[in-house]
């Protein structure tokens, strides 16, 4: 089992940025990707960016151009550089990890208690 642990939200303007860290530890050299989704309150989790330990990234069309995914393996830590943010991208943001190159299993960790992003307008 992969425990997942992140940090770094808090609460910011609409156009300011934040970068959101998470410390994987446990069975890590299980994890191929690693990913980032939010929940906001009453919407269903959504997942927003992915990166294989390859270094390829994929994004949801609503944050592309604005937030970056990087990893650190040797760390096993996952970032999200999240830049001009929106009211809209206001949630609860958690990291997750699959054996494969995406997410479509919904990844194999231990859900977080995740990061709490507030964008004011």
């Known amino acids: 089992q992969v425990q997942l642990v992140e940090s770094g939200g808090g609460l910011v303007q609409a156009g300011e940025s934040l970068k959101l860290s998470c410390a994987a530890s446990g069975s890590t050299f299980r994890i191929n990707a690693m990913g980032w989704y939010r929940q906001a309150p009453g919407k269903q989790r959504e997942l927003v960016a992915t990166?294989?330990?390859?270094?390829?990234?994929n994004y949801a069309d609503s944050v592309k151009g604005r937030f970056t995914i990087s990893r650190d393996n040797a760390k096993n830590m996952v970032y999200l550089q999240m830049n001009s943010l929106k009211p809209d991208d206001t949630a609860v943001y958690y990291c997750?990890?699959?054996?494969?190159?995406?997410?479509?299993?919904?990844?194999?960790?231990?859900w977080g208690q995740g990061t709490q992003v507030t964008v004011s307008s």
């Open positions: 997750q990890v699959s054996r494969w190159a995406t997410m479509n299993d919904g990844g194999f960790g231990s």
């Open positions: 990166i294989t330990r390859g270094g390829n990234k």
